[in-house]
């Protein structure tokens, strides 16, 4: 193998390009990684809490990341011309999507879980996991259009999708999962990676 000759390819996943000289396109560059980071934040929070509702989270973020692979190739719509060497299409944005799904997921699994606030301490904390994880959200998809990698209309359908999907899952674990966290706790497997206490 002659390396001179080889060409490169870079690792697309955490390439994210903006204009030279622009320091809020450097900045928002980094926003772009959010998703990365919420991802690994959500299984180390899972394996420090040793609850079901992490895992199931996660599986819902799979869920809606195959979604949106489905439905880029459904609408088949473009990038913005900036980035339209890109081998993905732009329609629902991936990110967006994946923001709107953790920002609505955290905020109802806070507010169905989570009540009786008993305190102004608890209102709080919850109010600021709620604020936050939207104005990351928020962030995320402004972005996404000030770098050019997804037009407007791209980032909002990704959001609503994303949204939605959380509030089906959300309904589908707390309804038809929930119920059975206990058995599923006491699988030895589980136990076995986790130390999942009984619940």
């Known amino acids: 193998m002659d390396l001179d000759s080889d060409v490169l390819k870079p690792l697309g996943t955490f390439l994210v390009e903006y204009r030279e000289g622009d320091f809020l396109g450097h900045g928002l560059a980094y926003f772009s990684q959010v998703p990365i980071l919420a991802a690994m934040f959500i299984i180390g929070f899972w394996f420090r809490a040793r609850d079901l509702h992490s895992p199931t989270m996660s599986v819902g973020l799979v869920l809606c990341v195959a979604v949106n692979l489905v439905l880029k190739n459904v609408f088949k719509q473009p990038r913005p011309y900036v980035h339209t060497h890109l081998k993905t299409y732009g329609m629902p944005s991936d990110h967006s999507q994946y923001m709107g799904f953790l920002a609505t997921y955290v ?88 130390d999942v206490p009984h619940r």
């Open 107 to 194: 905020t109802g699994l806070i507010c169905t879980r989570c009540r009786p606030l008993r305190s102004r301490l608890m209102l709080f904390s919850y109010g600021s996991a709620v604020v936050g994880v939207w104005t990351l959200a928020l962030l995320v998809c402004c972005c996404r259009v000030y770098l050019q990698y997804h037009s407007p209309e791209q980032v909002i359908v990704g959001c609503c999708v994303g949204s939605g999907l959380a509030l089906v899952w959300l309904s589908i674990v707390l309804n038809v999962l929930e119920p059975y966290f206990s058995t599923i706790a006491s699988w030895p497997l589980l136990n076995l990676i986790l």
